[in-house]
C-alpha cells in the first residue's frame, strides 16, 4: 500500500518530500555502492516500481463506478463517489514523476551516462504507462515541464497543462526511446536483484515497451492517424508481448507484496454483480444451473448466488439486491454464506480473498492480441488483412482463457481457490473449439464491422481487471463496446455524463492560474477527454 501524504505534488512538491513518502510491501532498498556513478540508484528505481499498485481511491471508484459504466457489471447500492479517486491518483503519479525526473537528471550528468541507457529506458517505460493511464483518466495534464521543481525551483512549481495529444506524443517518444536502447549487453548496469519488476529481463523490458507504444498508437489512431500510423508498423516490426508474459504485479515476484486496498475495496461497501451485458457473452441461455455457459473465464469472473444459480442482473435496471458477499469474517470459512437476499451471481469473492498471488494486471498478451486484430481489421498503419486479424482475435481469446485460468490454478496453490478450480492452466483443445465456434464468438470474416465488435467485446472481457483500461476503450471508441439496449435511457441519465475524472481540489489551490486557465474556472466530470469521437 502506499502511504497518502495529504500535501500538494503535482507541482508544489519539494525536495525533502522525496524520501518521506514510504511505499509498504516492497523490500526496503538501501543503497550499494559497486562503482555505480549514481548511489542512490537502486533506492530509488525500487521507489518508481513501488507507485504502481492500485491506489485506495482508485479500487473504490473501480468497484463502485467504473463497473457499472463499462457494463463490465452491476452495481446494486450506493458506494463510494465518483471524485473519489482523483486526488490519490494525481498524488501518485506526480511525486512519482519528481522522482523520475530526479534519476534521469543524475544519468545524463554522470560521465559515463550510456552505461545507464537500460535503467533509463525501464524508467521511460513505467512512467509512459503511468502517465497513459493518468492523462486516460484526466485528459490534459501537467506533463512536460511538471515534476522538475524540486530540480529547477522557481516557475517549475507550477507549470500550464499540456493538451493531451501532445502527452500522447510524449508517452510514444519516450516509448520509441526506450524500445531503441534496451539492449542485452553486459557492459550495461545492471541493478540485479534490486530490480523487482521484471528481474532484469532485459526482453520482457522491449516486449512491454513496444507492446505499450502499439497500444498508446492504436489508441491514438483516430485522433492523428500521422503519428500512429508511424508508430504502429515500427511496433509490429519489433518483440511484442508473448502468451507468457502477462505485464502486471506478480505478488509472487516480488517479496511481501500484498494488495491490501484492493481487499478493502471488496470488504467495503462493494456492491457488484455480474450483469446480463457480460453474461449473454458468456451463456447460450439463462439456465441457472450454469448449463449454458460456454466460456471458461465465466466460472473466473462470477459466482452463484446464495441459492448457488447462475443469474444475471438486468443491465439497465434496479431490482436491487441483497446479501452479503463480501463478508470477509464469514466467505472464507463458509464459501456458502452470502447472505439473505442475494438473488444475483456475484464478482469472484476470491478477488477479494487472495492479496498475495492474484495480480493487478497492467498488459497482457490477450490484450496485444486484440489490438493487433484491431489493426489488420482496420487497416491502422498497415494493409487490411482479415486472414491475420482473425488469427490475432483467436489468438487473443485463447491468451486470455490461459491467463485467467493459471491465476485460479496458482491461487488454488496458494491454498485459497477452491470452488470452480480448473484442472490446468492453459485452454484445453476442446474449450478453444467451443469457444471459437459458437455463434457468439465464432469471428465473421464477411463483415469488417461486425468483426470489429467481437474484437472490442473479447478486450473488453479480457479487461475484467482493467476496468480503467475498459474505460478507456469504451470512450475511444465512441461506445462500440457491449452495452445492453434495453432500457437504455437509464445508462445515459446515470452514468452517460462521466467521461473523465475532475482535477484534485488541490490544483485549485496551489495551481489556480494553471488551473482556471485549463477549466475556465469550472471543472466538471462531463467534458469529454481528447481521445473521444
Known sequence: MISHNKFYIGVLMSASLLGTSCRKNFETVNDKPNGATISTLYTEFNYVVSS?????????????WLYPINQQGVVVGNAYPFNNARTSVWENYYLTLATYRKMQSEIAASADSAQYNNVSAMLRTIMAYKAFKVTNYYGDIPYSKAGYGPLLGGGYF???????????????ADLDWAVDHLKVDASQFSLGSYETFLKGDINKWIEFANSLRLYVAVTMYDKNSTLAGQEIPKSLAQPLLSDANNIGLWPANITGLQFDWRRWSFSANCYLRMGSTMWNLMSNNDATDGSGIFDPRCKLFFETNVSNQWKA??????????????????????????????????????????????????????????????VYNRGLGVAANPAFAKTEYENGIKASVSMWKSIAVKSAAAKVWVVNTPSEETITTAEATTLLTNPKIAYNSSNSSIALAQIYAQLWIDQYRQPYDAWTLLRRTGGKTPMASVNASAYTTTYGNFNKFMYPESEQSFNYDNWKVQTGGSDNNAKKIWIQP
Open 52 to 64: 504502481l499498485p492500485i491506489t485506495d481511491g482508485e479500487y473504490s471508484v473501480m468497484n463502485a
Open 158 to 172: 507550477k507549470v500550464a497543462y499540456d493538451k493531451q495529444e501532445d502527452v500522447y506524443k510524449g508517452i510514444l
Open 313 to 374: 442482473y438486468p443491465q439497465n435496471s434496479d431490482v436491487g439486491d441483497g446479501g452479503a458477499p463480501y463478508n470477509y469474517d464469514n466467505r472464507p470459512k463458509d464459501w456458502s454464506n452470502k447472505g439473505t437476499g442475494n438473488n444475483f451471481s456475484n464478482f469472484n469473492f476470491y478477488f477479494e480473498d487472495d492479496i498475495a498471488s492474484i495480480p493487478e494486471l497492467m498488459l497482457t498478451a490477450a490484450q496485444v492480441h486484440f489490438i493487433k486484430a484491431e
